[in-house]
């Protein structure tokens, strides 16, 4: 099993900057394909970023530019590095992992971008 636990979310004024991490534990991280997602509220779950087990990366266009997704599997740790944050980027953050057998999802954090 693989449990996945995100945090650095919170209040941010436009045009600022956050750093969100997932923690995971269990299973084998290196070999898994890494996303986070998010869902803001009345709107369908988006794919934001991808970052597969070869470190190469995918973005939304909507945030590609401005977000960088990484990972160290030492820390077993994926990150979201979010500047120059528009209000349309508040929502609920997800991590996700890809097992290819199975899929895991942690709880989220909570991004708001208001001034």
């Known amino acids: 099993q693989v449990q996945l636990v995100e945090s650095g979310g919170g209040l941010v004024q436009p045009g600022g900057s956050l750093r969100l991490s997932c923690a995971a534990s269990?299973?084998?991280?290196?070999?898994?394909?890494m996303r986070w997602y998010r869902q803001a509220p009345g709107k369908q779950r988006e794919l934001v970023a991808t970052?597969?087990?070869?470190?190469?990366?995918n973005y939304a266009d909507s945030v590609k530019g401005r977000f960088t997704i990484s990972r160290d599997n030492v820390k077993k740790t994926m990150y979201l590095q979010m500047n120059s944050l528009k209000p349309e980027d508040t929502a609920v953050y997800y991590c996700?992992?890809?097992?290819?057998?199975?899929?895991?999802w942690g709880q989220g954090t909570q991004v708001t971008v208001s001034s």
């Open positions: 996700y992992a890809d097992s290819v057998t199975q899929a895991y």
């Open positions: 269990g299973g084998v991280f290196s070999i898994y394909d």
């Open positions: 970052i597969s087990r070869g470190g190469f990366t």
